[in-house]
């Protein structure tokens, strides 16, 4: 079965930074795209980043993380890592990484396929 294991969440003060990491497995990675999406407290669940699969890798932000924020994908290890840097308070929230069996990713979150269980990230002002 295809299982995705997110991990790196924690407790930061503003302006820090956190790598996470989904390993993934029952996939053939590198035919994947990969992405990020987060669900904050009271709120919906809402696209961070994506990367295309080896082909090309490339990426797509959200207007709230770019320059912040960096997706990259190792392909040898069947890993997706986020890495967030001069985080902000409101980036509090639960990340999830998830696949979608195409080379082009999208921000929606019905077009994926598979999901991690999520990884807690809590900012503090």
């Known amino acids: 079965q295809v299982q995705l294991v997110e991990s790196g969440g924690g407790l930061v003060q503003a302006g820090g930074s956190l790598r996470l990491s989904c390993a993934a497995s029952?996939?053939?990675?590198?035919?994947?795209?990969m992405a990020w999406f987060r669900q904050g407290p009271g709120k919906e669940r809402e696209f961070v980043a994506a990367?295309?699969?080896?082909?090309?890798?490339?990426?797509l932000y959200a207007d709230s993380v770019k320059g912040r924020f960096t997706i990259s994908r190792d392909n040898a290890k069947n890993t997706v890592y986020l890495i967030m840097s001069n985080l902000k308070p409101e980036d509090t929230a639960v990340y999830y990484c998830?696949?979608?069996?195409?080379?082009?990713?999208?921000?929606?979150?019905?077009?994926?396929?598979?999901w991690g269980q999520g990884t807690q990230v809590t900012v503090s002002s």
């Open positions: 990367v295309r699969t080896w082909s090309d890798s490339s990426t």
């Open positions: 998830a696949t979608k069996r195409t080379v082009f990713p999208g921000t929606n979150p019905a077009a994926y396929d598979y």
């Open positions: 029952g996939l053939i990675f590198s035919r994947c795209a």
